[in-house]
C-alpha cells in the first residue's frame, strides 16, 4: 500500500490558485510531521512547506511565503498545501512526505521517511 498518495495538480494559468492534498495511509499518521516538496526538470528536489504533527507549527519556502498556506486534518489523515498567485516558477512535481522522528531539519529531504508519488503542476504565463 502506498503511504502517501498526492492530488489535485493541473495546468492552470499564472495567478490562479490550486489545493494540492495528500492521502495517507500510515497508521500512526497523527505522530509524522509532514512536508511539500517540488521538483523541476533539471532541478533538485526543493523544500516548499512544513507542519508538525500537532498543525501547531508551519514553515515555508522564502519563494512561496506568503502565496502558500499548508494544513492537516490528522483524523481524515489528509495534508493539504493552498497555492495561491501561482507563478510559472511554480511549475514542478509535487511531492508530499512524512517523517517519523526528529532527525535533521524540515526542509531536508532526507529527513523525511516517506514519500508520495506526486502529482504535476503546471502554470502558464
Known amino acids: 500500500q502506498v503511504p502517501l498518495v498526492e492530488s489535485g495538480g493541473g495546468s492552470v494559468q499564472a495567478g490562479d490558485s490550486l489545493r494540492l492534498s495528500c492521502a495517507a495511509s500510515?497508521?500512526?499518521?497523527?505522530?509524522?510531521?509532514m512536508g511539500w516538496f517540488r521538483q523541476a526538470p533539471g532541478k533538485e528536489r526543493e523544500f516548499v512547506a512544513f507542519?508538525?504533527?500537532?498543525?501547531?507549527?508551519?514553515h515555508y519556502a522564502d519563494s512561496v511565503q506568503g502565496r502558500v498556506t499548508i494544513s492537516r486534518d490528522n483524523d481524515k489523515k489528509m495534508v493539504y498545501l493552498q497555492m495561491n498567485s501561482l507563478e510559472s516558477e511554480d511549475t514542478a512535481n509535487y511531492y508530499c512526505?512524512?517523517?517519523?522522528?526528529?532527525?535533521?531539519?524540515?526542509?531536508?529531504?532526507?529527513?523525511?521517511?516517506?514519500w508520495g508519488q506526486g502529482t504535476q503542476v503546471t502554470v502558464s504565463s
Open positions: 512526505a512524512a517523517r517519523a522522528g526528529y532527525s535533521g531539519t524540515y526542509y531536508s529531504p532526507t529527513s523525511y521517511d516517506e
Open positions: 500510515l497508521r500512526t499518521f497523527k505522530s509524522y510531521d
Open positions: 507542519i508538525d504533527w500537532s498543525g501547531g507549527s508551519t
